[in-house]
């Protein structure tokens, strides 16, 4: 089943030329600022860098921490300007940490992805909150959202990435993570705290 899913995202992998798409996307930047439309320059420069980080350096069993701040980072602000003001979102960084400390990678943004899906509603009010805590090698991620969004997609519906999220954590952390949710009526809320390694 493993080696299946490796040759599952090899494939996806071999259908996108990352070289064509960052060509694609450095063209589109380059527009973009010619057009004088800086903020959508930026976003591009965004995607760019996200799209770079999972094609490059996701392939990898583990990355420096700072890669994965900035990718999620990429994604919230990413978020922010597609959503502006219609959703309070609230996102903190707090502590500090050694370059030197890696991470699985894309361990923690499926958590993050989670709140976006559930928690948007253009009919109600809408609540995101992200606070990343370091202490040394500890990594705590809080995640909460207010439970909006009924009418997702059915496509979206599998959870199955949270499901493989779970299944690593379980493998690459083992006795070196807790992790509690609080799946409430109103509210989601995920408490995730990892011990990282240099």
Sequence with gaps: EKAKNEMEILSLKEQINPHFLFNTLNNIYGQAIEDNSLQTAASILKLSEMLR???????????????????????????????????????????????????????????????FKHGINPDKKSLIKIVISMDRKTLNLLVENRKTNVNIPNHEKSGAGLKITLERLSMLYQNKHTLQVDNLSDQYKVNLKLELHD
């Design 53 to 115: 980080y999972v094609v490059h350096d996701a392939q990898f069993p583990w990355v420096p921490i700072q890669k994965e701040m900035a990718y999620m980072e990429n994604y919230i602000q990413l978020q922010r300007q597609r959503l502006g003001d219609s959703v309070k979102l609230m996102y903190d960084l707090k502590g500090s940490y050694s370059e030197s400390l890696k991470i699985a990678p894309l361990i923690l943004i499926p958590f993050i992805e989670n709140a």
